[in-house]
């Protein structure tokens, strides 16, 4: 079993940077592919974006050219680079991690990204 713990979360203002981090326990070369979801305040979970193990990204449109996810199989890390921040970001980020065979999913406990001036 496989623990996911993100971290690197914190307050912000508008047009600033944070990185979040997603540490597994174990090894995640065979983890098909893992996320960043977030859920701000009165809103739905969503995508952020997604990697697979052959390091295809993918984006939601709301953070195209300003978010850039990235893992480390060595490290056993997943990041989650975000620029040019701003007050909609706010919400609380979870990490994914999705392995076909055998199925598996793992999630993280969350990490709150607050933006505000």
């Known amino acids: 079993q496989v623990q996911l713990v993100e971290s690197g979360g914190g307050l912000v203002q508008p047009g600033e940077s944070l990185r979040l981090s997603c540490a597994a326990s174990?090894?995640?070369?065979?983890?098909?592919?893992m996320r960043w979801y977030r859920r701000g305040p009165g809103k739905q979970r969503e995508l952020v974006a997604g990697?697979?193990?052959?390091?295809?990204?993918n984006y939601a449109d709301s953070v195209k050219g300003r978010f850039t996810i990235s893992r480390d199989n060595a490290k056993n890390t997943l990041y989650l680079q975000m620029n040019d921040l701003k007050p909609d970001d706010t919400a609380v980020y979870y990490c994914?991690?999705?392995?076909?065979?055998?199925?598996?999913?793992?999630w993280g406990q969350g990490t709150q990204v607050t933006v505000s001036s």
């Open positions: 174990g090894s995640i070369s065979s983890i098909d592919v």
């Open positions: 990697i697979t193990s052959g390091g295809t990204t």
């Open positions: 994914y991690g999705g392995r076909t065979w055998p199925a598996r999913t793992y």
